[in-house]
C-alpha cells in the first residue's frame, strides 16, 4: 500500500470517531396560552454554533497526488469533530424564535411537545438562565417522543457573553452521548465530549475538546476512548490544532496504536504537521515511536516529507534512523524544533 493510500485509509478510519448528536427538521411546539416573550437579553444570548467551528486551511483548487496527506487528515478530523456538536447547537436557534413554554427576566424554557424532525424519535426542551449581567446557564434536554415526561439533559454549560457581539463568548458546555443514545436506541455511541472554548470578537479563537470513555457510532471494537483536540485560530489568519486519536498504524496486528497530531499553519496558509505514533507494536520491534513530519505550501501541497524512527535502545544524543525522506525542509514554514 502507498503512503498516500496508508493515511488516506487512517483519516477514513479516524472520522469515525467523530459522529453527529442530533438533527434538525420542522419544528412542532407546546406553549403555554398568555406566557410572556422570552426577555431580548435572553434571546441574544442563544449560543452561536459558530464560535465552536473549526477552520483549517483550504483551497478550492487543491487536487492531485501531491496533496499533503496530513493538511487532508487534519481538516477530515476537523469536520469530524464539528460535527459532533454542530447540530446540536443549532437546535437552540430553531426553538427559540418560538414563544417559550414560560419565562420571566432570568429564565426561560421552550419545550416542544413533538421532534423537530418528523423521523426523529426525541422531542426537544431548551433553557436559558441568567446568572448575572453577561453569564448564562444552558440545559439542553430531550425525551423519547413515546415518553411524555422522561426528559433527559443531553447537553449543558455556561457562558460569558462578549459585550461587543451577540455571537462571541467564552465558556463550557459538556455533551453526553451515552444520555441521547439511551433515549434514542438508533444512535450506538457513548461517552461525553466537554468543549471550552474562548471565542470573543476580533480576539483569537481557542477551543479545547475533551472525549471521555467515547464510543464511536460504527466502532467494531466497543473500546471506549480519552481523546483530545485542541484548535487556535488567530486573527490573522494563522492557527494550530493538535489531536490524540487511535489507529493500527503498523498493521503488524489487530493492536491500535496511539497517534498525537500537531498541525500548524501560517497567515498564508502554508503549513506542516508533525505526528507522533506509539504502541505495543512498536515496542516489540525495539521502537520508542515513529515520528513523521510532512510540511505544506499555499495551494497544500506537500514540500517536505520525512519518517524517523526512534530506537528503544538509543543512547541521548543518537539521530533517529531516516526514511522516505522526499522535498526541501527549508520549505517548511514554521520548523519543528
Known sequence: MTQRSVWLA?????????LVLGACGDMGDDTEEGVQPAPR????AVPDPMMLYIATPDYDSATGDNLAVFWELTRGVARGVNETVWRELTVPADITPLPPKRADETIAVWELSQPLDGESLTVPSFSIEA???????YFMRRRHRNAPDAWQIVWYGEMQRDVLTEEGGSGEFVFDFSAASAIDPTLSRSGSVTVEFDAKTDENREL????????AENDLSQTPRDMTYTYLE???GSGSM???T????TDHTDTMETLDVYSDWTELQMGQTDIFISGDDLSAQSLSKVEIRECWDSQLGQTY????????NAAEDDEPARDREAGDVTLCPIGFD
Request: proline share 0%; charged share 15%; glycine share 2%.
Open 10 to 18: 487512517a483519516m477514513a478510519g479516524l472520522i469515525l470517531w467523530v
Open 41 to 44: 437579553v435572553l434571546l441574544d
Open 131 to 137: 446568572l448575572s449581567d453577561d453569564t448564562f446557564s
Open 208 to 215: 479545547t475538546l475533551t472525549y471521555k470513555d467515547y464510543i
Open 234 to 236: 488567530r486573527t490573522d
Open 242 to 244: 493538535a489531536f490524540t
Open 246 to 249: 487511535f489507529y493500527n498504524w
Open 305 to 312: 516529507y520525512v519518517q524517523l524512527y526512534y530506537s528503544l
